[in-house]
């Protein structure tokens, strides 16, 4: 059986250097372009990649799909910043190529995605719910793409239950103390040395509270999120957003 021709944008990176090595590890894959920042896309089309694992920075990200998506290119995408605009600019690419597929992945970690799964279906029992997400200091954005992405997940499960805004008597508070309101939920941001990637939802109801934690302790928790969405990608066209689309979790 031949193998599948992976590039891995964003190579020297800290999870783009973990993720060149395990697709290189990989018996069904070969890593045939390891590109990094000022290194040419051609490389993409000239060493024949098939999937295209994009994990570099918000400010790259549109420009490198665009790209493998013009050039009918499947993409596995780690890489945070997505709002609505940029996923609606992403889909009228898409739209232009409809045989490609692009994963993105607001986290690749199985805990991290049963930590979303789960605060999405604990958000309807409970009054009140924050998140608090923790990182290295060399993370380039806050809040996390993980912990936007949950609050995102959890507020929707609200607002289908008819939970309405929740209960703060706050008066005063110096600027930033409540954190960043994602779509109504608080998300606070740690960034400390030691650190690498760390998440709580804490629900809160009537004598009791709820912590959902997860902790990637290493680069490698993401590891087996990404070879499966460069396993999968190419045979669903169009847009998954969550690797949770690619996950049995019934
Ligand atoms: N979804 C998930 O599970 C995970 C997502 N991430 C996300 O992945 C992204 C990268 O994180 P991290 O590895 O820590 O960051 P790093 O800064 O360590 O790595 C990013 C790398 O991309 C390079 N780069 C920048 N622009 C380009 C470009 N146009 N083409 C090729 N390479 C480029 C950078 O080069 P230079 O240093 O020269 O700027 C750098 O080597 C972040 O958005 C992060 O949040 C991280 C971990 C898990
Ligand atoms: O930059 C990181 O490190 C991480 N980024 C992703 C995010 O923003 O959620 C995933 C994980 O938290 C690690």
Known sequence: ?????????????????????????????????????????????????????????????????????????HAVVGTTGWTGERLAELGTSLAASPGTGVLIAPNFSIGAVLTM????????????????????????????????????????????????????????ALEGARGADVDGVPVHSVRLRGLLAHQEVILGGEGETLTIR?????????????????RRVASVPGLTYGLEHFLDLS
């Open 214 to 230: 997860h902790d990637s302790l290493h680069h490698s928790s993401f590891m087996p999120g990404v070879l499966l969405g460069v």
């Open 117 to 172: 799964k789960f605060s999405q279906m604990a958000a309807r029992m409970f009054e009140s719910v924050e998140i608090v997400e923790l990182h290295h200091p060399g993370k380039a954005d806050a809040p996390s793409g993980t912990a936007t992405r949950t609050a995102q997940l959890v507020a929707e499960a609200r607002a289908a239950a008819g939970l309405g805004d929740q209960p703060d008597a706050t008066r005063t």
């Open 1 to 73: 059986m031949s193998k599948l021709r992976v590039a891995v944008l964003g190579a020297k990176g800290r999870i783009g250097s973990e993720a060149a090595r395990a697709v290189e590890a990989a018996d069904d894959m070969e890593l045939v372009a390891a590109v990094g920042r000022g290194d040419k896309l051609e490389a993409l089309v000239e060493s024949g990649a098939q999937v295209a694992v994009e994990l570099t920075t918000p400010a790259s990200v549109m420009g490198n799909l665009d790209f493998c998506v013009r050039h009918g290119i």
